[in-house]
């Protein structure tokens, strides 16, 4: 039998606490002159034994030097307890030897390691694989069996019942299965995703799994963070949930890509009924925290452009600043207004830092580029995300309703986003003072940090300091440049990682300290949008948000199709009621109500009859033409699509004129100015904008004189004709007036 040594007792169990503070059980093995080895055999969580279920190989085995054990020791950093941690089900198990032939052949091969090697088959490795070796031999079994049997002996203590079947942690032959009734009683009904099997055979004996306990873990988490942030019902943060589901792998560029992944989830009524007492619990502390009892209120701390942020009020900053990137559509350089690079849109929430919305445009900064950021900052990002493949990114995203947005002065002199801001949002629009470039909050900062986070993007011309370095970047930016998708995946990746990442312990409160809130910006803007109540809790719905600030003007809708910038959408609603609306009003077209999908350019929301948001669709037509991108996107695949006809029509006018022109007497150049010319002088009336255009004029009337009255003659018409007519007549009068006066007519 292995003794007890100076240092441990073989009595009882050994508490040992670790870094962090937990607490874990270890059981006294065997020790030599220098080492004790010892088995963790379970954790301790408020004050109770929490045993692990046993292994068959050595994972739960540890050394420990025995200078160690006298430091914990001195630190109580380890101590006794008298619990031994064995299960009820051994200790009153009543199987004498003949009873059972499986058990009595465990109990004979313990029995015969233990006495023929003592102790070295838990010191050594090498008198443990001996020992494994001449067990599996002696009672011919399989090694792996016989070091189980070992090891179940060791995890509980040389108890004589210690490889009894372990029944109550998985059911067998006439056990059910525990935890299959509640407190009450009453069936718990199967839990769990159906396994393949299950699904193939309803009856096969390889039914479905209770959640694992990382997936309890994380799907907790994942509710407690959710029930505080929203007011969603169970059954969306179920749904959102589920989209983060996700897994990564590489496309054919070799590019890392998010893909979803079919993960093996237990079933929906089994995943709300864990949530519902945390969603329940959160609500109820998310109340308490907003009531006006002292020590509930958070107050923001000060300094800079905190000190707008104060209270119940939510500021956000918007300010615009071009990328230091190209952007490729195809081989094509996306070139808009005058722009080769994108200006990039960011809404910074002053109370956190944390990035709320974003907008990616080319061209000019004006006020509809400012109202598609305020659209971002003010609704969800999971449409958004699934549209660029980034779904993972989802718990780095934040948004929420704002009661004051400080722009630029030159946007915010637009009467239309003053319209869509301060009338129908009811938002104060806020511009900073001239030369007082501290009023207009962290938007350029924030954009800054961006910036240099995207400079690892290959054709990036952000400057790194070295002269060298950023001539280089310079000089190859538009060869090396990347397309929209892959830009759009690195934006949104660097926003997640900086509101994840941030440090921003100057923004913590004493509650939040408290609290243990981590000082990351999405921490503290999910904290400070749990804490708003009253008037200030501004979490529009989407429908809201969709009529005050995606209005665009009414459109005709003729036989349920309706034209927007080039593009046809439509929905069978929509087509039913223009029908009807032109059976009821003969030669009229039916007139609706539009708004715009800020994020979404291939979806259009109209009006019905009954004052309802109806989803109209792109057409094939449209969708196959147009991605679903950005709205400045779709302008270019327009101007490409122009461009390519212009220059088709180029080269075409060009063959037809080589083909037509006479072999060489002309020049092609000569050939157009002559049927300019021509085409000037057959034209109704006299041009008198030029001079050129009046004498071409006249001489096409001189030749209209010419041969009505070659014709009223009988002279015969024709260059030809009309010379030899003249030389003919001029021959005459020579020859019959010798020495006289000719007359000629200039005809």
């Not at 461009?643 to 080589?658: I, V």
Request: glycine residues 8%; contains cysteine; aromatic residues 8%.
């Amino acid at each position: 039998m292995i003794t007890a040594g100076p240092f441990l007792t073989i009595t009882g169990n050994w508490v040992k606490t670790v870094k962090g503070g937990g607490e874990r059980l270890y059981r006294y093995l065997a020790e030599d002159a220098t080492n004790v080895w010892v088995m963790e055999v379970g954790t301790v969580k408020q004050d109770a034994a929490i045993v692990h279920k046993p292994l068959k190989t050595k994972g739960y085995r540890k050394q420990w030097r025995k200078q160690e054990i006298s430091v914990w020791l001195k630190a109580n950093r380890l101590r006794h307890i008298e619990e031994r941690c064995i299960p009820n089900e051994i200790l009153d198990a009543r199987l004498p030897p003949g009873m059972s032939d499986e058990l009595d052949m465990k109990r004979s091969l313990v029995d015969f390691v233990k006495d023929e090697f003592g102790d070295s088959y838990v010191l050594t490795e090498k008198g443990y694989r001996e020992a494994v070796k001449l067990a599996s031999s002696t009672f011919d079994v399989a090694p792996q069996t016989a070091a189980g049997w070992l090891e179940y002996d060791l995890f509980y203590g040389h108890h004589v019942n210690s490889n009894v079947p372990h029944n109550w942690n998985k059911g067998g032959r006439g056990l059910p299965r525990r935890a299959l009734r509640s407190a009450d009683g009453k069936l718990v009904p199967i839990l769990g995703r159906p396994t393949d099997a299950e699904v193939i055979d309803p009856d096969t004996k390889l039914k479905r799994q209770r959640c694992p306990p990382r997936r309890y873990a994380n799907w907790c988490e994942f509710v407690t963070r959710e029930a505080w942030n929203s007011d969603d019902r169970i059954k969306v943060i179920l749904e959102r949930y589920k989209l983060l589901q996700v897994g990564f792998n590489r496309d054919v560029q070799g590019i890392v890509r998010a893909f979803p992944a079919n993960r093996k989830l237990p079933s929906d009524n089994y995943l709300t009924q864990i949530a519902r007492p945390i969603l329940r619990r959160v609500r109820e502390e998310r109340r308490i925290a907003r009531s006006n009892q002292p020590g509930h209120r958070r107050v923001l701390s000060g300094g800079s452009g905190n000190q707008l942020a104060y209270g119940d009020l939510s500021v956000y900053d918007i300010d615009a600043t071009p990328v230091d990137n190209h952007i490729l559509y195809g081989r094509e350089e996306i070139y808009i207004n005058g722009c080769g690079k994108p200006t990039a849109l960011l809404a910074v929430d002053r109370g956190s830092d944390a990035i709320v919305g974003w907008y990616l445009t080319f061209g000019f900064e004006n006020g509809d580029c400012y109202r598609r950021c305020v659209f971002s900052a003010y609704t969800p990002k999971e449409r958004e995300l699934a549209r660029w493949g980034v779904l993972h990114l989802l718990p780095g995203m934040v948004y929420g309703a704002a009661s004051q947005i400080f722009i630029d002065r030159g946007p915010g002199i637009s009467e239309n986003m003053q319209m869509a801001f301060v009338e129908r949002l009811r938002n104060d629009l806020l511009m900073a003072r001239p030369g007082d470039p501290a009023g207009k909050g962290h938007g350029e900062q924030v954009m800054l940090m961006i910036q240099a986070d995207l400079s690892h993007v290959l054709g990036s011309t952000h400057k790194t300091g070295d002269k060298e370095v950023d001539r280089q970047k310079l000089k190859v930016a538009k060869k090396v440049a990347v397309e929209l998708e892959v830009y759009m995946v690195a934006f949104l990746s660097a926003i997640a990682r900086r509101n994840l990442e941030l440090d921003a312990r100057h923004l913590l409160t004493s509650d939040m300290i408290k609290d243990e809130l981590k000082p990351v910006p999405v921490e503290i803007f999910n904290y400070n949008k749990g804490l708003r109540d009253g008037d200030f809790d501004w979490d529009w719905s989407e429908e809201k948000i969709y009529r005050n600030l995606c209005w665009i003007p009414p459109s005709k809708a003729p036989d349920g199709f309706v034209s927007y910038d080039g593009r046809q959408y439509s929905s069978a609603m929509l087509r039913a009621q223009a029908r009807v609306f032109q059976q009821v009003n003969p030669g009229k077209t039916l007139v609706v109500k539009l708004f715009d999908v800020p994020n979404a350019p291939l979806t259009l929301l109209w009006e019905d009859a009954g004052c309802n948001l109806q989803v109209l669709e792109a057409e094939s037509k449209t969708q196959a033409t147009y991605e679903d991108t950005f709205k400045w996107h779709h302008d270019f695949v327009s101007k490409l699509k122009n461009k390519r006809l212009r220059e088709a029509r180029a080269r075409n006018a060009s063959t037809t004129r080589q083909a037509t022109n006479s072999s060489g007497s002309v020049s092609e150049t000569k050939q157009i100015k002559l049927d300019a010319v021509e085409s000037r002088g057959e034209a109704a009336g006299v041009a008198t904008s030029s001079r050129s255009a009046r004498k071409a004029a006249k001489e096409h009337l001189d030749r209209q004189d010419s041969k009505h009255l070659f014709a009223a003659l009988g002279v015969p018409q024709g260059d030809e004709g009309v010379q030899t007519a003249v030389s003919g007549s001029a021959n005459e009068h020579d020859s019959g007036n010798d020495g006289g006066q000719d007359f000629f007519t200039d005809f």
